[in-house]
């Protein structure tokens, strides 16, 4: 039986933050030099790294002391596979910078099915047939507009096409989950709603209910900050009404989700998990306050426990994985990976379960395993626009005030990429997305209360920065965190609490240049 361990004792790291290794052991040998339990990458196909290339990622990947000028290569945020910063709303849309031309075509064709519209079935348009029955959206695109991220519900009347509601419940006897509990070490056990299934869909198909209509709305805390300026908080209250199948479970736990940006996700698939669980420190043993925990999840595909890296609390641990659990939850397509075609309905929704679907034709599934790689391979080369202003002093006097505020303990700046035998985009790059991919308690207001795998209800994991500063080009907004409730990047870093609240009281602290510098900082991400 695979478990998950903890290691007692710091890790001599050089160039890292800092931390404490958590892994899954697969028969792996453990490192006799740094004494870290070694994780399995099944999903990699890795040149092993030399003592000297070793010696080499600490020193450019150390944090930076000298804020005068730029670090070496900091302009490239994803190293050979940036693109240049465009300036209209296509900015997140471009293939890896070191893409070949071969691969551009498979990019594109990817993008075709990305933005795919899927029609009900039965239809005469067998490749695109197998919608639903219920669904968030009918394509990829629908929810990450323009490969950036959702917009969420300005009120009860807004439309909210790009969000929607995760829900569960405790799974107290450990019931359906018995045997992921057994493999993985800190699992949380939970179980879909048992009417409505692991998400609320909002619309369906001709003929069947949409499950419910998201209702929210907001109340203002307003908090003033050091030098007299004043930062308003929205508090939303999420209602799911209008229930198309009855009333939810008395125990249901509901997370809103708004789409996340989709730039340089192969680059963070392609770090090694060893550069992360390094990071990590659950019990806070070095007393800085922060306490980083690795997500491990099931894979499907690998049959083994992995490292969650994608979602917003890490709960997949692949693209290719977190690509079809969307086709099957947001659309409801079936996949080679979830077989279902009827997607999210439960084994009560029966006409739902019923219903005409596509799959069974000559794909086999709704779409088949070719459709699925190439969605896939376009999610993984997406590119990271490069910086703006790095060599501006306002951006860094910001840079400086990111670092010395403790920042970088969870938006850790940089890494360099495992070497990979067959993805060249990703192979080997210094990359700067900060973040450390770890979960972490961001305290009880920003709390959903829903554990997702081994993740809690107050802890998210790390959001990637890069590309921050362009939300506004690309999605025609400046909302963010998990759900958008932070109007603009100075809320967000407001709403920061529970491991993170010494760092926004530093900043709330702060004299009104050094906040402005902050921000232009963040702003040339």
Request: hydrophobic share 35%; with cysteine.
């Amino acid at each position: 039986m695979n478990k998950i361990f903890t290691q007692s004792k710091p890790v001599n790291w050089s160039g890292c933050v800092g931390g404490f290794a958590v892994a899954v052991l697969l028969g792996t040998p453990i490192s006799a030099q740094n004494s870290i339990p070694v994780f399995d990458d099944p999903h990699l196909n890795t040149i092993p790294r030399t003592a000297a290339e070793a010696a080499r990622i600490s020193a450019v990947t150390a944090l930076a002391t000298d804020f005068s000028a730029p670090q070496k290569f900091e302009e490239k945020s994803a190293g050979a596979a940036t693109v240049r910063a465009r300036t209209d709303a296509d900015a997140f849309s471009q293939p890896s910078g070191n893409i070949s031309f071969e691969d551009e075509l498979d990019f594109k064709v990817g993008n075709g099915l990305f933005r795919k519209l899927w029609v009900s079935s039965p239809s005469s348009t067998l490749a695109s047939d197998g919608l639903g029955p219920i669904y968030n959206a009918r394509s990829c695109q629908r929810c990450h507009i323009k490969d950036g991220r959702g917009h969420p519900p300005e009120n009860a009347q807004d439309n909210a096409i790009s969000m929607f509601l995760r829900v569960s419940i405790p799974d107290l006897d450990g019931g359906s989950d018995a045997d992921a509990m057994e493999r993985i070490e800190g699992y949380i056990a939970t179980r879909p709603d048992p009417v409505y299934g692991s998400q609320l869909q909002d619309f369906a198909v001709q003929g069947h209910p949409a499950e419910y209509r998201l209702d929210i709305s907001y109340t203002e805390e307003v908090v003033t900050l050091a030098d007299g300026e004043k930062v308003s908080l929205r508090h939303p209250t999420y209602i799911a009404a209008d229930l198309g199948y009855g009333p939810l479970h008395t125990d249901a736990m509901l997370s809103p989700r708004v789409a996340p940006q989709m730039i340089g996700l192969g680059l963070l698939e392609a770090i090694a998990s060893d550069d992360i669980l390094v990071r990590t420190d659950p019990d806070d043993l070095d007393g800085d306050g922060i306490s980083g925990r690795a997500n491990v999840v099931w894979s499907q595909i690998h049959n083994q426990p992995m490292l969650g890296r994608f979602g917003l609390k890490a709960g997949s641990p692949t693209i290719l994985e977190q690509s079809a659990a969307a086709f099957a939850g947001d659309i409801g397509i079936s996949t080679p990976v979830f077989q279902a075609g009827f997607g999210d309905c439960s084994i009560l929704q029966a006409d739902c379960r019923d219903a005409p679907q596509g799959d069974g034709d000559d794909r086999v599934f709704e779409i088949d395993q070719t459709g699925l790689d190439l969605v896939t391979f376009y999610s993984r080369n997406l590119g990271v626009p490069a910086r703006r202003n790095v060599e501006d002093p306002q951006v860094l006097q910001g840079k400086q005030v990111f670092y010395e505020t403790g920042c970088t303990a969870c938006h850790t700046p940089s890494y360099v990429t495992q070497r990979l035998e067959d993805r060249p985009e990703q192979s080997f790059q210094l990359i700067w997305p900060y973040t450390d991919m770890l979960l972490h308690d961001m305290g009880p207001a920003l709390a959903d209360n829903r554990p997702e795998g081994r993740a809690t209800g107050t802890e998210w994991r790390t959001p990637p920065l890069w590309g921050i500063g362009l939300t506004a080009q690309v999605s025609d907004h400046s909302y963010f965190l998990h759900d958008g409730r932070a109007r603009s990047l100075l809320e967000a870093v407001i709403w920061h609490d529970g491991e993170a609240a010494g760092q926004r009281d530093k900043v709330i602290a702060l004299p009104t240049k050094e906040r402005d510098a902050l921000i232009a900082y963040l702003e040339s991400l």
